[in-house]
């Protein structure tokens, strides 16, 4: 079955550190997200993809990046980590504007 | 711009009784509706949606939600809870013919059901 994966679940680290956050897909979709979750905030985007070497802005990019060399993967990555990033950070993927969003099982990073 | 609001933060229901989870949304222009659902350490999955057609959206594990156009609402209701409906669930709305794929969500509102 076609999932989406992220790696690694629970990360610590300290500020201002680089750290990358992984995401592959093999539902071959063009359409790949970061969101980040924490309380009374909802879900907020941080950046999308809407295929290979197109990467755009969202909410809450300040402080991260994004590449796409392929289809599959999305890494995430944080400059240097700040401890207002510790959150849940989520990659999702879809085929369409209007199809669902796939979502992997989330990062828990912590900014020391 | 485009908004979702949950309203309620928690709602509690007793086993067997129907549940109602409130979300209201604001876009300019037709929207496109969805319903998620988290349970503790996974991601969101999905539940339903609306895109355009018969208000009443029928869609996973029995629940179903009602498009009312003139409140701007899109309600999640299931006539009888289970214990193991218990979660996390975000509404989220786009705008149709965005040409973005920006998806804007609520804060959620999560779902105790009391045995």
């Known amino acids: 079955d076609a999932e989406i994966t992220q790696s690694p679940r629970h990360k610590i680290t300290e500020t201002g550190r680089q750290v990358t956050l992984a995401c592959h897909q093999t539902?071959?979709?063009?359409?790949m997200f970061w969101y980040r979750q924490d309380l009374g905030h909802g879900l907020r985007l941080i950046h999308y993809s809407y295929g290979v070497q197109d990467t755009n802005k969202g909410e809450v990019s300040d402080g991260y990046s994004v590449s796409r060399s392929n289809t599959e993967d999305l890494p995430l990555t944080l400059e240097s980590a700040a401890s207002s990033q510790t959150s849940v950070y989520f990659c999702?993927?879809?085929?369409?504007?209007?199809?669902?969003?796939?979502f992997g099982n989330g990062t828990r990073l912590t900014v020391t | 711009a485009q908004s979702v609001a949950q309203p309620e933060d928690q709602v509690n229901v007793a086993e067997g009784n129907p549940l109602t989870v409130k979300c209201t949304y604001s876009v300019s222009g037709n929207p496109y509706l969805f319903w998620y659902v988290q349970y503790p350490n996974r991601g969101l999955q999905f539940l339903l949606k609306?895109?355009?057609?018969?208000?009443l959206v029928k869609g996973s594990y029995g629940f179903e939600a009602e498009f009312n156009k003139s409140q701007t609402s899109f309600h999640l209701k299931k006539p009888s809870a289970l214990v193991s409906d218990s979660a996390l669930y975000f509404c989220a709305v786009i705008r149709a013919g965005a040409g973005s794929y920006q998806l804007t969500f609520g804060k959620g509102t999560k779902l105790s059901v009391i045995p």
């Open positions: 999702a993927s879809s085929d369409t504007l209007n199809s669902p969003l796939h």
């Open positions: 609306y895109i355009t057609g018969d208000n």
């Open positions: 539902w071959n979709h063009n359409n």
